[in-house]
């Protein structure tokens, strides 16, 4: 599957911005989309996942539990990453993966991903 990712930008502390991971085909059929970001100098970390077969699951890392919030909406094949209260910390560039099977934070397990979308939160 082809990933699109956009909706960053630049935005204060305590800001909020949402991105959006568009599939060219049914996210139905995906399985897992995962959301990772990259801060200059820093190795790829995941931030939070979505089942999108029946079920819904999502997974958050520690460091977003509480302000970010994963969802899917089957009809535009789209998955978002809702960012509130947004740190100078979470400035990255933000990429979306999808891989079939069970969820996995583990990038390597993710075979399609999108461009990145950049996000820079100033203090």
């Known amino acids: 599957v082809q990933l699109q990712a956009s909706g960053g930008g630049l935005v204060q502390a305590g800001g909020s911005l949402r991105l959006s991971c568009a599939a060219s085909?049914?996210?139905?059929?995906?399985?897992?989309i995962g959301w990772y970001r990259q801060a200059p100098g820093k190795q790829r970390e995941w931030v939070a996942s979505?089942?999108?077969?029946?079920?819904?699951?999502?997974k958050y890392a520690d460091f977003v539990q509480g302000r970010f919030t994963i969802s899917k909406d089957y009809a535009k094949n789209t998955v978002y990453l809702q960012m509130n209260s947004l740190k100078p910390e979470d400035t990255a560039v933000y990429y979306c993966a999808a891989r079939q099977g069970i969820p996995s934070r583990d990038y390597l397990d993710y075979p399609d991903w999108g461009q990145g979308t950049l996000v820079t939160v100033s203090s």
């Open positions: 979505i089942t999108t077969t029946t079920g819904g699951t999502t």
């Open positions: 085909g049914s996210i139905f059929v995906v399985g897992q």
